[in-house]
């Protein structure tokens, strides 16, 4: 067998993806396994969207656009920013990939060079720091626990701010927290942000429409700011089209340009077919299509936390956004059951799987081995059911 490379070797496989195959694995053993560890919505794609994709195979829409879409869809998503942001782009200052995933590593690799600090606060999404190794860059960790509900405050960022720093990624509503940055919140990050002329926000939005809180609040709102951010979002989460692949980039024009230039050399453009399912998408009357699904993660969020309580030392905050718990689980720590010895989240998630037969992914794979994310993207009986199985497992800790 041959030599892989360092860069391949130094990043770590994704423990959701990883959870996921796991839970696959037991499900194909005949496990009756309930997985609640990929952020995936269990909804279907709005047959509006799925009929502008039928339409655009019929006509033939089958062939290369730009790299960064075709301009009428770029154009669309300009006036989805001026509509629900008030943000004011151009189409050029567009860039359509193949996921919001791509989105990010195509900013972080265009404008990352090695040595390069990326602050990056804790808890994050997974692929965060891999991103960042891949660029060559350095990851400078805020840490926010649970009694700050998880947000950074303008000190700690200022703190954090060297003379390397090129970078900070920032996600609301947060993956794996479901917290929310509320308008104030981010305009006093933005202050401290402006005051470092060389550094750049990456701003993560996918979550934009699962938002608890009375609407959304965009980083490049504030003044001074809209040449600074990268704002990343798309059509995954808010229109349940996670298999499209179809990723949006707001950002200063040379910034979109490096990335139209990156992304030529990877994949080129998304399919033409999820181009039309995306331009559909921005089109849509949120009340009709977006709302229910919303109204239906609320619902849920607010089950689980409930049945949340009744399991003796979970404690967590309630989140107002995205579909994840964040619970913190050191209670169970030091205890036994059979085989398994409890020492970090990561045993206590092997054992939930191996005992109670549900699959949730370890505060490790986001930055502190205190917690586990738990997804509730599924059905109402299918939270219930988890949690019930989660609560007679625990109680055999001993």
Known sequence: MGKLSNRVNTISESQTIAMARKSRELKAQGVDIISLSLGEPDF???????????????????????????VELREA?????????????????????????????NAVLCLVNPGDEVIVPAPFW?????????????????????EADFKITPQQLEA????????????????PTGSVYNKEELRALSAVILKHPELYVLSDEIYEHINFCGGHESFAQFEGMKDRVITINGVSKGFAMTGWRGGIMAAPKWIAQACDKMQGQFTSATSSITQKAMHKAMELD????IEPMRA?????????YGLMKDIPGFKTNLPQGAFYFYPEVSYYFGK??????????????????????VALVPGAAFGDDKYIRFSYATSEANLTEALKRMKEALAKLQ
């Open 44 to 70: 279907a794609t709005p047959d509006i969207i799925k009929n502008a994709a039928k339409k655009a195979i019929d006509d033939n829409f089958s062939y290369y656009t730009h790299v960064s879409g075709y």
């Open 77 to 105: 998503i300009c006036k989805k920013f001026e509509r629900d942001n008030g943000l004011h782009y151009t189409a050029d200052e567009i860039v359509v990939s193949t996921g919001a995933k791509q989105s990010i590593a």
């Open 126 to 146: 997974v692929s965060y720091l891999e991103i960042v190794k891949l660029a060559e860059g350095q990851s400078v960790i805020i840490t926010a626990g649970i």
């Open 160 to 175: 954090a701010i060297t003379p390397k720093s090129k970078l900070i990624i920032l996600s609301t509503p947060c993956n």
């Open 286 to 289: 949120y009340a009709t299509y």
């Open 296 to 304: 239906a993660f609320l619902k849920r969020r607010d089950l689980v």
């Open 336 to 357: 036994s059951f059979g085989a398994h010895h409890i020492q970090n989240a990561t045993d206590l998630s092997l054992f939930l799987l191996d005992v109670a037969h």
